[in-house]
Antibody
């Protein structure tokens, strides 16, 4: 059974760093893309970026480039989303989602993680 | 690629037909998916490839369209179908989502 299991909720202060995770199981982690999606409370879905663990090809959406870092550790089938210095505006639910792999590019999505709530407050 | 969903909110009764629209600023071919999100839950994939139902999705959900104009149809609304529906294109990076359509039962 394919599963994406995300790390637990976090409460941080502005300026702190954070790394959240998404562990894949039930499939070959290196042959599917993992996307990170932000959802501010009461708002829609924003795709932040996507990584192909097989070769670490990582693509950021323009709004998030330079604001976060996406990485993967294939030995433990885990993708990461990290911030060097959090802001209050980073408070949101963060989801990971699996995408099939097309030729050079991500293809159709299928599974979602359960979400990680990040709260940034002084 | 910007995806524009309409209407913003759809208020219908159980048994009625729901028609949700998604319009793309540039052609995405059939590289379009629909997701359903219920309150307090993660999104769930309903449709991919514009018209293919994901595993376990009831046949009352159907998708159509290609290029820039897409439709998600729920033929007979069930009470559990309330929630927000998002379209997503995966034709061109960066992948993008529409703003969502809320279906109120």
């Amino acid at each position: 059974e394919v599963q994406l299991v995300q790390s637990g909720a976090e409460v941080k202060k502005p300026g702190e760093s954070l790394k959240i995770s998404c562990m894949g199981s039930g499939y070959d982690f290196t042959t599917y893309w993992i996307a990170w999606v932000r959802q501010v409370p009461g708002k829609g879905l924003d795709l932040m970026g996507i990584i192909y663990p097989g070769d670490s090809d990582t693509r950021y959406s323009p709004s998030f480039r330079g604001q976060v870092t996406i990485s993967a550790a294939n030995s433990i089938s885990t993708a990461y989303l990290q911030w060097a210095s959090l802001k209050a505006s980073d408070s949101a639910m963060y989801y990971c989602a699996r995408h099939h792999s097309g030729t050079w590019n991500p293809d159709r999505p299928d599974y979602w993680g359960q979400g990680t709530l990040v709260t940034v407050s002084s | 690629i910007v995806l524009t969903q309409s209407p913003g909110t759809l208020s219908l009764s159980p048994g009625e037909r729901a028609t949700l629209s998604c319009s793309a600023s540039h052609s995405v071919g059939t590289y379009l998916a629909w997701h359903q999100q219920k309150p307090g839950q993660a999104p769930r994939l309903l449709i991919y490839g514009a018209s293919s139902r994901a595993t376990g999705i009831p046949d009352r959900f159907s998708g159509s369209g290609s290029g820039t104009d897409f439709i998600l149809t729920i033929s007979r609304l069930e009470p559990e179908d309330f929630g927000v529906y998002y379209c997503q294109q995966y034709s061109t990076s960066p992948l993008t989502f529409g703003g969502g359509t809320k279906v109120e039962i």
